[in-house]
């Protein structure tokens, strides 16, 4: 276990990217792999040691798919911008009538 190193390869102004994850994701992905293996622990309490297994195994895998599906499709900063997108109105009510904007009508 002496010389257990894995080369990430990164050039001059590119991102991280290691198994098919971009950088941002890479972070993403231990969180949440912590949290469900805590969860797996916590779920061995209550249920057999093999079903919280289970269910630990399944939930790190589609954790994983599910940041690696969206790591390819937005890239490294696209999750946030497509976040930010959902966050924008989709229309902009306006107040006033049109035709009391046109000023020659009126006259």
């Known amino acids: 276990?002496?010389?257990?190193?894995?080369?990430?390869?990164?050039?001059?102004?590119?991102?991280?990217?290691?198994?098919?994850?971009?950088?941002?994701?890479?972070?993403y992905c231990v969180y949440l792999g912590t949290t469900a293996i805590i969860t797996g622990l916590v779920l061995s309490v209550f249920i057999s040691m093999l079903l919280a297994l289970l269910i630990t195994g399944i939930a790190i895998v589609v954790v994983f798919m599910i940041l690696l599906f969206y790591s390819r499709t937005y890239g490294a900063n696209g999750f946030v911008k497509k976040l930010a997108d959902t966050s924008k109105p989709d229309s902009i009510k306006i107040g006033n009538d049109y035709k009391k904007l046109l000023l020659w009508e009126n006259r």
């Open 1 to 27: 276990m002496e010389n257990c190193h894995i080369p990430i390869k990164k050039g001059l102004q590119k991102d991280v990217y290691y198994k098919g994850l971009n950088a941002k994701y890479i972070f």
